[in-house]
């Protein structure tokens, strides 16, 4: 069994500010890697105290990268249903080189409804576009010369630049949240792992 530590920034501005939210999970990040512990977690939330200090996840592990060598990094959850599958792509595979290889993404599908409504996106929308988003950073990370002509998103042909450090793509998760529907991961997409 492994253990690490879920670092969900449920936090209040009158708490704590920012800054000392970051620096004291930095702080136990570096001692969770100190204890033997396997992995450090965050995710992606907006706007409420329920996460919101943490909106990329990937700017926050870039940052634990540097004050760790050997703790692995995981992505709680990033929510492809509001970012360009290249951006996301290119973020993730960024942050797997910087760590050398020590990333495992975990993709969720969102579902609170306030970051929905501020992103104007419908929430009926969250299945299709989380199961669009993964497939296209799958294909980004693996092929070269991808062209995509889904739903939400088109591009290419491109070749995503920097290549991930793990070959094909840094193991991938799914967060379920709700329904079993959830736990299947993305619909006609090859499994996670």
């Not at 970051?22 to 977690?41: D, I, P, T």
């Not at 870039?62 to 959850?77: D, K």
């Not at 599908?109 to 989380?130: C, G, H, K, V, Y």
């Not at 793990?166 to 529907?181: C, I, S």
Request: glycine share 10%.
């Amino acid at each position: 069994m492994r253990f690490g530590i879920n670092l969900p920034p449920n936090v209040s501005p009158a708490e704590k500010d920012g800054a000392q939210v970051f620096e004291e999970f930095l702080q136990l990040s570096e001692l969770a890697e100190e204890l033997g512990y396997h992995h450090v977690k965050t995710v992606e939330h907006y706007f409420t105290h329920y996460g919101g200090y943490s909106p990329d996840p990937v700017t926050f592990l870039a940052a634990v990268a540097a004050r760790t060598s050997r703790i692995r990094l995981v992505t709680g959850a990033v929510l492809p249903v509001f970012s360009h599958p290249l951006k996301l792509a290119g973020k993730l595979a960024m942050l797997d080189n910087i760590s050398r290889g020590r990333l495992d993404v975990g993709f969720g599908r969102a579902f609170l409804p306030d970051e929905f409504e501020a992103f104007q996106i419908p929430m009926d929308e969250s299945r299709e576009r989380f199961d669009e988003g993964v497939e296209a950073c799958r294909r980004l990370w693996a092929e070269e010369d991808v062209v995509w002509a889904g739903r939400f998103h088109q591009f290419g042909p491109v070749t995503m630049l920097p290549r991930p450090y793990q070959r094909p793509h840094p193991p991938t998760l799914v967060a379920t949240a709700r329904t079993p529907e959830s736990c299947e991961g993305p619909r006609g997409g090859p499994g996670t792992g």
